[in-house]
């Protein structure tokens, strides 16, 4: 296996994509009458529902940013959540040539001509053009069911995508709102190469249009228990989102309040054993559904994040995804997900009553005796690797089909802790956070936070712990303006020289950069600009205010 991580010179790019419209922003559709829309409905009935469908497994194709390019750092949205996790302070990896998420590791995916610079952008803006293209074909005064339902999760999925964007290209909303983002493309736009970046506080008022709207027209929809899909509580939860983003706290906790109806998170039995692959699962509000029939090895989460593939780059190379120790160090050992991650002796609590069983040879493989396996396709686990993501199709399975979790009932009640305590509601935030982690997490826990920032760094740190590898890393640290810390003086813990670094909060070099591609194609783009490429060791003073 070998890894490529390169700059792609100005007529690759040029030729293979260009910008906004080569990133298939451009929507080909116009408003088509109500009649039109239900002959075609009774028609060819899979027509309409073929393009839904597209728009949501499109999160979770590989390949999804460069379709003729078999790179295993694109599959879509989980990959993009691994490069925004290895850009914070948690995630750790071996400096490999096999590690594909090296560039966001060191932070050298702000240089605008790397592939993973033109990733973070365009899965984003390709989902944006096939639901522009959706709401294009909709008369937004219908009354038609089938076409308000179609209408309201495709603004849902384009609210989700300006809202994965958003909080990389320019600081929190409460600091920035009137500096430059990224550009809004609609079904109404039509110059593609002179669309200037919008402002943050447009970006947001675009997100929350569309997620008002789509809380009107889904609000009697039932998606008869298929969580691919946009529901109600699925907007719910991204309006509590972009609430707390833009903080918005109040509102914030209102709206996770109204989402996690019918959801209650994972027991501590659920994740006291490898778990986070299932879409099926309880307190999963929404999900990507991996197809074993159509996935690819490389690019899943199953191959790059988790630990227990049968063929990957990650059990096959070594380049395992750990927790960082400063992390790691302040989670008690009485809290169950201190077993997500082995110890520096590779032994978990959580891994007690699972078997790996080799496909290839049916050797079955219990216990802690996994971390140390060792096969052609498997080398021993490093300390602190994770164990938190199983396998959907057993531990040991070379199919990667493991399903991507894109909102939990976690996460909403960690919004709704944070939004009641900085809205005035000290106490109840409190209670909201206490009751989670003592019944469902640390039954030994007691939330000591005397002030409202103080909670807000507790509900960090729980958000830290709880939604490790999921994507929110980087979201965090942007919103809440703080500095990226991997070490403390001179105690590298166990980061790789070359990623042994901290940033401080409000560095220039923390906001992504417009591809290359974007500014070739559209002329009225500013880059962001500003900062250097860290080094290792630089700024050993910094503390976060959590792993102090």
Known sequence: MKKYIYAFSVLATTVAFTGCAGLDTESEGRYITEEQISETNAAIPTRSESAVVGMYTYLGKSYAARPNQTRADDGGYPTICIQQDSNGADMVCANSGYNWFTPAADLTDRNYTYASCFERYAVFYNQIKLANDLIATIDPATTDKSAMYVLGQAK???????????PYYQFNYQTSADKPCVPIVTEATSDFGHNPRATVKEVYELIMSDLNSAAELLADFNRNGDNSRVDISVVYGLRARANLY????????????????????Y?????????????????WIWAIDIDKNTVKISPTTGAQLGSFSGDSYTAACGVYKRINTLLYNKIPASDVRKGWWVDEKLHSDNLKNVVWVNTTTNERIEGDAICTYTFKDKVKFLPYTNV????????????????????????MILIKAEGLAMS??????????????????????????????????????????????????????????????????????????????NVAAGDAWLL?????????????????????????????????????
């Open 512 to 548: 992504l950069r417009i591809p290359q591609n974007e500014i070739n194609a559209n002329s009225s783009i500013v880059q962001n600009e500003g900062g250097s490429a860290p080094v290792s060791m630089q700024n050993p003073n910094l503390t976060d205010g959590v792993t102090d």
């Open 424 to 501: 005035g509601k000290l106490a109840e935030g409190k209670a909201v956070l206490e009751d989670f982690v003592k019944k469902y997490r640390d039954p030994e826990y007691t939330c000591k936070a005397a002030s409202a920032e103080e909670m807000q760094n507790e509900v960090w740190f729980q958000r830290r712990v709880e939604l490790w590898g999921e994507g929110f890393s980087m979201t965090d640290i942007m919103r809440l303006n703080k500095p990226i810390v991997r070490f403390h003086g001179t105690n590298t813990e166990n980061w790789p020289d070359a990623f042994c670094f």
């Open 156 to 166: 849902a999925v384009r609210a989700f995508d300006y809202l994965c964007l958003a």
């Open 267 to 283: 027991s501590r039995e659920e994740v006291s054993v490898p778990a986070f692959c299932d879409r099926g699962d309880h307190n």
């Open 388 to 411: 938190k993501f199983g396998m959907y199709s057993g531990i040991g399975s070379a199919i990667n089909d493991n399903d991507w979790p894109l909102m939990r009932a976690e996460e």
């Open 246 to 265: 833009m903080g918005n706290y109040a509102e914030a906790a209102a709206d996770a309040e109204k989402a996690l109806v019918g959801y209650t998170p």
